[in-house]
């Protein structure tokens, strides 16, 4: 190859125009697993992220450019906030030249937890999902999603049973549209709070005595876990809309009990995000 050849400038098949008249709604990349520092209420813990990055493609652009998704990825330099993470949001789209676009972020976020007897102290981690979606210029919905373990006791097989009661571990999963900066542990809090009793990483002897109790001093049906996070959520001035669902995996059933509450957001005006 000769120097001229060197420097003639290569196709960009991407740019070229497309005839068929369909827009595409999300296009971009998926299950990229980054290493990240996460900022939630002034700590920062490192993690591993699964980032999934779309924006909206016209129907006169043949394709996007998938190596600026990892590009923006390479440049966040600082730990990422909610806030910074919306910037993230609005930033892809100006790089994209694109009028709307989504980031979903998943991570696993540890929690270190004092067992409620002897104190002794241990991490324990839950699985959170941020999500940024801008549709329109300058505003942005951001939501964020936890997936959170629980003790749960059937009030039923209390009543009914001369002595004990069959318990199950729980999974309560609360995907809350935010209407400013809340905390990864006050949301996981909402769901501890709401269960017949809170789990953790490590616990003595008599940690297990009262966890045992106190679960069955607080028996809730499925029903019952949705309900109460729900109410709960409700009194949170920073929560707009949420879904709720909670499983219980049976301890005496080869099935799940299931159940879920959708509270839409109020229509209104979205948070305006500046590049």
């Known amino acids: 190859m000769n120097t001229r050849e060197k420097h003639l400038p290569l196709p960009d098949i991407q740019s070229e125009p497309d005839r068929r008249e369909l827009r595409i709604d999300a296009v971009g990349i998926k299950d990229v697993r980054y290493p990240v520092t996460i900022g939630s209420g002034g700590a920062q813990q490192r993690s591993v992220a699964t980032f999934s990055m779309t924006v909206a493609l016209a129907a006169t652009v043949k394709g996007t450019h998938m190596s600026r998704f990892i590009e923006l990825l390479e440049m966040q330099e600082q730990a990422l906030d909610q806030q910074r993470f919306k910037l993230m949001v609005a930033a892809m789209l100006g790089r994209l030249d694109a009028g709307s676009g989504v ?24 699985q959170v999902c941020w999500r940024g979606e801008q549709a329109a210029a300058g505003t942005i919905r951001f939501s964020m999603q936890v997936k959170v373990a629980a ?23 609360i995907d809350a549209e935010l209407g400013g900066e809340m905390t990864i542990e006050a949301l996981i809090a909402v769901a501890e709070r709401s269960a017949s009793c809170e789990v953790y990483g490590l616990l003595k002897r008599a940690d297990e005595k009262y966890v045992t109790e106190r679960a069955y001093d607080n028996p809730k049906f499925v029903e019952d876990l949705v309900r109460d996070v729900a109410l709960a959520l409700k009194r949170e001035p920073l929560v707009r809309g949420f879904t709720v669902e909670a499983e219980n995996f049976e301890s005496i059933h080869n099935h799940s009990a299931f159940a879920r509450i959708v509270c839409a957001a109020p229509a209104g005006t979205l948070e305006k995000v500046s590049p």
């Open 151 to 173: 003790t749960s006791l059937c009030p039923c097989s209390k009543e009914i049973s001369a002595y004990g009661a069959h318990n199950q571990r729980s999974h309560i999963t």
């Open 103 to 126: 980031i979903e972020m998943r991570f696993p976020y540890f929690i270190r937890k004092s067992a409620p007897v002897s104190g002794v102290s241990s991490l324990l981690d839950a």
